[in-house]
């Protein structure tokens, strides 16, 4: 039995991987497959996408459009192996039917998550941003409009309590503020207090973070009736996924003072049109980059090459999120002449 050399081809996206790393894209090398470096550095459209896979029968990617055309359209394709636990840049039901494995880098990345999400309150209640601005400018602001404001004290609401949650949980423990979540799949995140609505949850908090999946029931899960629900002094912290919160709701309720604040790691659309974000006062922004640290981009490859490599063999990666899929269909058959 010969493999053809025009399909074992594995396409990656993920900026900054290396064939030459022993740890990821030589192992690839290694095991005879040519490598595809398509870096996503921006919005990439499904066409654009589907000429750059060529005939792949593995994918290692970032948040390129994975759409039921895209994956149609390659069924040498065997196996999607996402950089990050979502899937939402992924078409999971086009994938089962077309026997694609699709795989996560699941709890790798929880860790820098948290930093970022206490990093992103801290900026914002202690004006980081802004202060670091003024003093370039020349100015020395340590009164007035620049007055930062103390986590101490607050009341912390979060949106969500998986693993993240519960990593943003244990960070908050040592400011001595008040934690509340609401989350109807989880019943105990102590030393977090279980909120049974989200209004609830809304009213009662100075600073509400968000860490839910995106899903069909969870898109604009705060819009325009749950600004109106928060303290005019609060402010929003999103590092989960964009489409969670009603953005444009979110840009009016910071123009109108609705709510005293927002930091936003994910948009709508990635990267968002800089005259969108021109106007809106009270806004930190970050580029998608809660789930990276160095540390973080190493274990997150590193497990998505061994899931490709295994798939590859006809074996079942720990990671895969689709399992139907792989029953239907060895993924080693397609490189196989």
């Known amino acids: 039995m010969t493999l ?50 060529e005939d792949a029968v ?30 939402d840049s992924v078409d999971v ?7 694609v494995i699709v ?50 004290g607050k009341t912390v609401g979060l949106l969500g309590a998986g693993s993240i949650g519960r990593k943003v949980i ?10 509340l979540f609401f989350d109807p799949a989880v019943q105990d995140a102590r030393p977090a207090t279980k909120v049974e609505s989200l209004k609830g949850l809304l009213n009662a908090s100075d600073i509400v973070s968000l860490h839910l999946p995106f899903t069909a029931e969870t898109r604009a899960i705060v819009g325009e009736r749950e600004f109106q629900q928060m303290k005019s002094t609060a402010i929003l912290v ?14 009016s309720a910071l123009k109108a003072g609705t709510i005293g604040g ?17 106007d809106v006062p009270n806004l930190i922004c970050s580029p998608h980059l809660a789930g990276l640290s160095k540390e973080s981009i190493r274990r997150m490859t590193v497990s998505a090459t061994d899931s490709v490599l295994s798939a590859l063999v006809g074996e079942i990666p720990v990671t895969a999120i689709n399992l139907p899929a792989t029953r239907r269909s060895s993924v080693s058959d397609r490189i196989e002449s």
């Open 170 to 179: 244990q960070r908050l423990v040592g400011f001595d503020v008040r934690i």
């Open 58 to 87: 593995g994918a290692i990617v970032s948040t390129d459009p994975f759409t039921r055309d895209v994956i149609q359209a390659h069924p040498s394709l065997g196996v999607i192996a996402r950089i990050g636990v979502g899937t």
């Open 262 to 278: 927002a930091a936003l790691d994910v948009f709508d659309e990635e990267p968002p049109a800089a005259e969108l974000l021109k």
């Open 238 to 251: 999103n590092t989960a996924r964009g489409p969670l919160v009603d953005q444009a709701a979110l840009f």
């Open 103 to 152: 795989t996560i880098t699941p709890g790798l990345n929880a860790e820098t998550v948290a930093d970022h999400t206490m990093a992103l309150i801290l900026a914002q209640l202690r004006k980081v941003v802004d202060q670091d601005s003024s003093v370039k400018r020349g100015g020395w602001e340590r009164v007035g409009r620049l007055t930062p404001t103390e986590l101490f």
């Open 93 to 99: 039901a086009a994938s089962n039917e077309c026997g």
């Open 4 to 53: 053809e050399t025009t399909n074992r081809k594995i396409f990656v996206s993920w900026p900054g991987y290396s064939i030459a790393d022993p740890h990821t894209g030589k192992r690839l090398i290694d095991a005879g497959y040519e490598v595809l470096l398509r870096p996503k550095l921006g919005a990439r459209s499904p066409l654009e996408l589907s000429e750059m896979l």
